[in-house]
């Protein structure tokens, strides 16, 4: 049987389209599936979030939550609909330890294992976005990370 990928709002599946005609025809529990989506992706709420939905000649499935675009998750943090038009212009800071919790949401897709290191891209992506991190740009940011001045935030790494 076919997978089937989409794309939801977190949280809010429905038997709707996209998952109900796709799922529709291959005899599956829709509400079921749904009511799993829904539980799996509470905690990206008020983002899009992709699910791929793996489904078995028994008719047994499985459920697979991608994650949110790092920007979206910033931007989330950050309180924004938007980033910056141009990035030399801040529109928004978040704290370190807003960066550390985007850091653990994104570290199982990055190619990093450590805390520290996936912390380093979200800053990046942060400073291509306008947002400052406690107030300072990211070069300046990523400085005092390599002085050891945030070590107490990355403790779990």
């Known amino acids: 049987m076919p997978d089937i990928s989409v794309l939801i709002d977190a949280g809010k599946a429905t038997a709707a389209a996209p998952l109900g005609p796709a799922l529709g025809p291959l005899g599956v529990n829709i509400g079921l599936i749904v009511a799993q989506i829904n539980d799996k992706t509470k905690s990206f709420a008020g983002m899009k979030v992709p699910v791929k939905i793996s489904i078995d000649s028994k008719k047994d499935f499985e459920i697979f939550v991608g994650s949110p675009p790092t920007s979206a998750l910033i931007k989330k943090e950050a309180g924004l609909e938007t980033g910056a038009a141009n990035p030399k212009q801040p529109v928004g800071n978040i704290s370190m330890e807003q960066v550390v ?10 190619g990093s294992s450590k805390l520290k290191s996936v912390a380093r891209e979200v800053i990046g992506v942060c400073d291509s976005m306008g947002i400052t991190v406690e107030g300072k740009k990211a070069r300046e940011i990523q400085q ?14």
């Open 101 to 110: 919790k985007v850091a653990k949401m994104k570290i199982d897709v990055s």
């Open 144 to 157: 005092e990370i390599k002085e050891g001045k945030f070590d107490s935030v990355f403790a779990s790494d």
